[in-house]
């Protein structure tokens, strides 16, 4: 389950990050792939989603603003409830109202925390044994 995760950096340029365990979400129906970091505070959508978002009228009021420190350096975003939808592969897709921040400083991917996005799932690694097989993340509701 490795994908290549292409975003603009501040420059312009496009960056690549590898995302080692990525999971296929709709953001209020939107599409991207999003890297699962059960480390991450808060589920932070790459600056082209909370472009997308916007321009579809997708997102309503801010419901507050927080500060986050990350590899990639530190920022604030505004914090938005959203349905997510965890798209599977195998079984059934669910979905959670979920609270994401957007940030016009954010280069990066589109990570899933755990404040208010992973805490509301059940989540279940299988990791790969061989480099010939696929490492699964399990996922469900109650």
Not at 23 to 43: K, P, V
């Amino acid at each position: 389950m490795h994908t290549e995760i292409a975003v603009p950096a501040e420059d312009g340029r496009q960056l690549s990050h590898r995302a080692t365990l990525a999971l296929r979400c709709l953001f209020a129906g939107q599409s991207d792939d999003g890297l699962l970091d059960t480390g991450a505070e808060w589920t932070v959508l790459n600056r082209e989603m909370g472009e997308v978002l916007r321009a579809e009228g997708c997102l309503g009021d801010p419901i507050g603003t927080v500060e986050i420190a990350s590899r990639l350096g530190s920022f604030a975003g505004d914090l938005y409830e959203l349905d997510v939808t965890l798209l599977a592969e195998e079984g059934a897709d669910i979905e959670v109202a979920a609270k994401v921040v957007i940030s016009d400083d954010w280069w990066g991917p589109t990570v899933l925390g755990y404040r208010g996005l992973l805490e509301l799932v059940r989540l279940g690694v299988e990791p790969a044994h061989g480099v010939a097989e696929t490492t699964w993340v399990y996922f469900g509701k109650d």
